[in-house]
């Protein structure tokens, strides 16, 4: 709405003092569409490689989860505690991410009990469920921190700006062009509808990106649905 709102303006002030001037809309769409393109292939791919790593994740919990309930070692109310502990990481894991946490503290406690629960089994639990046990939590490991970077990590804030200051500024330049294109005797509707529609495109294009740059937080409608991804889903 501010920048629908400040384009009518600056368009009516356009008009009202006779602003009108040629300007090459090339250079302004290499300043402007172009990083905005590169920002929103970069966060597409970022959530690509979330719901790689998302797969990942609940496929080693899975078959963590299996190695406990098939070992006839441990009784049943060891396997349930550990069953506890699976599910405790998988919705650790997942409210980790809608909150955009910035630490793993207490997501690691929690994972850390995997290896409390393997040594206080230790006279009972085989090497060999050990080995298995250790090699798909490193998987679980290795998913949870590139799922966590992914979080922390995103398009560079500086290029944000740079397209919304841009956007912002575009109806200065943006206005008069399209006044000297069209004339002064036209019917100034045809450029506010030009000037609107170009502006709309643009802020809609960041706005997507800004949306795609957050796919765990449940808002927006190209969001990760985590719960699909949980243990017990």
Do not use: W
């Amino acid at each position: 709405m501010i920048v629908m709102t400040a384009s009518i303006v600056i368009t009516y002030i356009a008009f009202k003092f006779n602003l009108n001037f040629y300007v090459d809309l090339t250079m302004l769409s290499i300043a402007i569409i172009f990083p905005l393109v590169f920002t929103i292939r970069g966060s597409f791919r970022r959530r690509e490689k979330a719901l790689e790593h998302l797969s990942k994740f609940r496929s080693a919990l899975k078959t963590v989860h299996y190695f406990v309930m098939s070992n006839q070692e441990l009784t049943e109310e060891s396997k349930k505690e550990m069953t506890e502990i699976l599910v405790n990481i998988s919705e650790k894991t997942m409210n980790h991410l809608k909150n955009n946490d910035e630490t793993t503290k207490d997501l690691d406690e929690i994972i850390d009990k995997v290896l409390t629960f393997i040594v206080a089994n230790d006279l009972t639990v085989s090497k060999n469920f050990k080995d298995r046990t250790f090699r798909f939590m490193k998987d679980l490991h290795e998913s949870i921190e590139n799922l966590h970077a992914i979080n922390t990590h995103r398009t560079p804030i500086s290029l944000k700006a740079y397209c919304l200051v841009f956007i912002y500024i575009f109806p200065l330049i943006y206005a008069p062009t399209i006044i000297f294109d069209v004339g002064l005797e036209s019917n100034q509707g045809i450029t506010y509808f030009i000037v609107l529609l170009t502006e709309f495109i643009l802020i809609s294009l960041y706005n997507i990106q800004d949306q795609l740059e957050f796919p765990f937080d449940d808002v927006g409608l190209d969001d990760i649905n985590l719960d699909a991804f949980k243990l017990d889903r």
